[in-house]
């Protein structure tokens, strides 16, 4: 095994080993899974506790019309506003939906009181059966009824397809394609930072503590620079591969036990932040996996794995010169901001790309080496053409080997510097420098 073989060896080991990667392998896929899992499971339960609802309803309109369901009973009263106001203070798990006469063409102004805030959801389902049953009333006072207006209405569903240039259709699901796109840029926008920042305090650490010196007499500074980035990399990789494995895993069980008894129509409801339906009994899941299969994810997986590898290689150099430069944490600040401008920018500008994969701005910050990684997996799952995604890694590649050059020439005369202070017009003078 080579020189910088043993130091991939070195780095990757010392790190697989320790406690904290194996902990956060294991806690990363349970967190992610209760992420993805426990929301939907809780949103789609039905509520223990039954709220009791007085409605003083000095309209008419809504006698006997406020039906009950799983979480709120709603109880008629005949007294009096203050009178039912002064029983409300003895009664403090009521609240008293207070109804004064409406003029049904004009706005419906009703009062709600109650000892606690009720809560964006109950005010929602209190304001839809009020709405609904003005709207009955309406409809029966201009002789139109209910259901010659269901009929009235039309109902249309957008299938979209991509075609190919012979001429084959394939459909396509652009929330699928946003939700992969927009998780596929994340994880590597937190790679690259997370892993980034290991290496360069890796180099602090071994630069401080004098270790630098007894490693340089036996292998070249380019030889260290690039058996540590390989290293640190090839660590972040391992553990992503798990967290993938694990978290499919857990997902799958979790969703097969948490949410069988949930129709498909709920979660549908709850992704699109409408009101849950009227439930439609069907195979837990359809909805989701069905939009999930519209996406090519052969091509995302083997694109997010170079991007991964492309991007981290591309900012670990930069991390690593940063890091040889500099005695502490601290001192790396200054120079921290330039490096990661175009990460930040890249995830600042995502609402614009995922609103228009294929415009200008997306095409050509999925070229530019330094917004490629990130910017690039928001635009893979909308069947970007094959000539981008070959000219976006080849400026990756050719990224990274520019990085890689200019980090070497600063970290083979950095690494040996302590106690100087460093800013920009001195790593010029390195980068300069001939030895």
Not at 14 to 20: G, P, Q, T
Not at 340 to 366: D, N, Y
Request: glycine share 8%.
């Amino acid at each position: 095994m080579g020189k910088i073989g043993l130091i991939i060896a070195r780095e990757y080991l010392s790190r697989v080993r320790k406690k904290s990667f194996i902990i956060m392998t294991i806690l990363g896929p349970l967190l992610f899974a209760g992420i993805a899992i426990v929301p939907t499971w809780l949103a789609t339960r039905e509520s223990t506790d039954q709220k009791v609802i007085w409605v003083l309803d000095e309209s008419g309109y809504f006698d006997g019309k406020m039906e009950n369901n799983g979480s709120v009973k709603f109880e008629m009263t005949h007294k009096s506003l203050e009178e039912a106001k002064a029983e409300l203070i003895n009664n403090k798990g009521v609240s008293l939906l207070y109804i004064p006469e409406i003029d049904i063409n004009n706005k419906a102004e009703i009062s709600f009181y109650s000892f606690n805030n009720p809560g964006f959801s109950l005010e929602k389902t209190i304001e839809g059966k009020i709405r609904t049953e003005l709207e009955n009333i309406k409809l029966i006072n201009s002789g139109i009824e209910k259901e010659q207006l269901e009929q009235l209405k039309a109902r249309v569903e957008l299938s979209t397809y991509n075609l190919s240039k012979a001429g084959t259709e394939n459909e396509s699901s652009s929330e699928a394609s946003s939700a992969v796109g927009y998780i596929s840029a994340f994880l590597i926008y937190f790679f690259i930072f997370f892993y980034g920042a290991q290496i360069m305090r890796g180099v602090i650490e071994e630069k401080t503590s004098k270790v630098i010196e007894v490693i340089i007499s036996s292998v070249k500074p380019f030889q260290l620079m690039m058996g540590k980035i390989i290293g640190v990399g090839a660590v972040g990789l391992t553990q992503f591969l798990l967290w993938t494995a694990l978290s499919t895993g857990i997902v799958s069980v979790g969703s097969a036990i948490l949410l069988k008894d949930v129709e498909p129509d709920k979660i549908e409801s709850l992704a699109q932040n409408q009101p849950i339906k009227t439930p439609v009994k069907a195979d837990t899941g359809n909805v989701i996996f069905d939009a999930l299969k519209k996406v090519n994810f052969p091509l995302v997986i083997g694109c997010f794995v170079f991007y991964f590898l492309g991007g981290y290689l591309l900012y670990g150099a930069l991390f690593a010169a940063v890091g040889s430069a500099v005695d502490s944490d601290a001192d790396s600040q200054q120079f921290m901001l330039p490096i990661t401008i175009p990460l930040i920018f890249s995830m600042v500008i995502i609402a614009a790309i995922l609103k228009e994969p294929h415009g200008s701005l997306a095409v050509w910050t999925s070229i530019i080496p330094f917004t490629a990684p990130v910017v690039m997996m928001m635009r893979i799952p909308f069947d970007v053409p094959i000539w981008q995604i070959a000219a976006s890694m080849l400026s990756v590649v050719g990224g990274f080997l520019a990085t890689t050059w200019f980090a070497g020439r600063i970290y083979r005369i950095g690494i040996f510097m302590h106690g100087t202070k460093v800013n920009y017009k001195v790593l010029a003078k390195w980068f300069m420098m001939k030895i």
